[in-house]
């Protein structure tokens, strides 16, 4: 398998299955505060699925037990994100945030808007990385881990502000995040963050270069395509770039109001 059908199938995954999440919340929100949760619970078989094959995976070196390991850290990431968008797990605080607080202040409310939900994702990690540190198959780990630090780098930016936020696909249970979020021309993270995502697709592409096994060839493609893909969702805070329309075409296009036609465009901010 080439490197080129590797990154497509990356590609792919990535779309289909955020879209598939934003669908599955969306009728949920429509149904109310039950649905939620029944959509979650219903969900749980994927947490199942993602920890099994995370486990048989690490010790399976071919193409399939990679791509085994790619899916299972998408299922374990799904699952959790899943559970943040139907507001089943977020955080303590579910209140929007007041105007004209200090600083601090407005930092300690909003990761009070996600404490749970961050740390549920930060234990999975640790416990992917007690099991697969040393494996011989780590793809598992290092996908959740870019999934990981590309979700924290893309959460900061958007506190410490951007040009562009695009709120048409936060969830009404998450509707109060939208007041955490900061519109700005530019914060002293974004250069930090997307220089770093840079050098690890850099670092990727070596890696890939250098494989010597087909099952090396497929994973590192795999990281190389996620990799750049988190920081191609970093670039849409600051350009003119309508990822909003690789998902509309499969969700209802909402009721805009008048805040969200003022925000309209950039990150979707899940």
């Given at each position: ?7 497509f ?11 598939t999440i934003?669908l599955?919340?969306?009728y949920?929100?429509r ?9 979650t619970l219903?969900g749980?078989?994927?947490?199942a ?6 486990y048989w ?6 193409i399939?037990?990679?791509?085994v390991?790619?899916l ?6 799904g699952w ?9 797990i977020t955080?303590p605080n579910t209140?929007?945030?007041?105007p004209n ?7 300690i409310?909003?990761?009070?808007t996600l ?12 416990a992917l990385?007690l099991?697969?540190w040393?494996a011989?198959?780590?793809?598992g780990?290092?996908?959740f881990?870019v999934l990981?630090f ?11 502000g ?10 009404d ?12 021309p530019m914060?002293?993270l ?5 220089t770093a995502?840079?050098f690890?697709?850099a670092?990727?592409l070596e890696?890939?270069y250098a494989?010597?096994t087909?099952?090396e060839?497929t994973?590192f493609a ?20 309508p990822?909003?329309?690789?998902w509309r075409?499969?969700l209802?296009a909402p009721?805009?109001t ?6 309209q465009g950039?990150?979707?901010?899940l």
């Amino acid at each position: 398998m080439t490197p080129w059908i590797a990154a497509f199938i990356a590609l792919f995954i990535w779309w289909f299955s955020t879209g598939t999440i934003l669908l599955a919340v969306k009728y949920a929100d429509r149904a109310g505060r039950r649905a939620r949760v029944n959509t979650t619970l219903i969900g749980l078989p994927l947490l199942a699925v993602g920890a099994y094959g995370a486990y048989w995976s690490q010790t399976q070196t071919d193409i399939l037990g990679i791509y085994v390991a790619f899916l299972s850290a998408l299922a374990l990431w799904g699952w959790i994100e899943l559970a943040f968008l139907t507001g089943v797990i977020t955080g303590p605080n579910t209140l929007p945030l007041p105007p004209n607080v200090a600083p601090w202040e407005r930092f300690i409310r909003a990761w009070g808007t996600l404490a749970y939900h961050e740390m549920l994702l930060a234990g999975t990690l640790i416990a992917l990385g007690l099991l697969l540190w040393h494996a011989p198959n780590p793809f598992g780990l290092w996908t959740f881990a870019v999934l990981f630090f590309a979700r924290i780098s893309a959460k900061l930016n958007l506190f410490f502000g951007v040009p562009r936020i695009n709120v048409d696909f936060l969830p009404d249970a998450l509707s109060h995040l939208a007041s955490h979020f900061r519109i700005a021309p530019m914060n002293w993270l974004f250069p930090i963050s997307v220089t770093a995502l840079t050098f690890a697709v850099a670092c990727w592409l070596e890696r890939l270069y250098a494989a010597e096994t087909v099952g090396e060839i497929t994973g590192f493609a795999l990281m190389t395509a996620l990799t750049a893909l988190a920081a191609l969702e970093h670039w849409v805070m600051v350009l003119p770039i309508p990822d909003e329309r690789l998902w509309r075409w499969m969700l209802p296009a909402p009721k805009p109001t008048p805040e969200q036609q003022t925000n309209q465009g950039g990150h979707h901010g899940l």
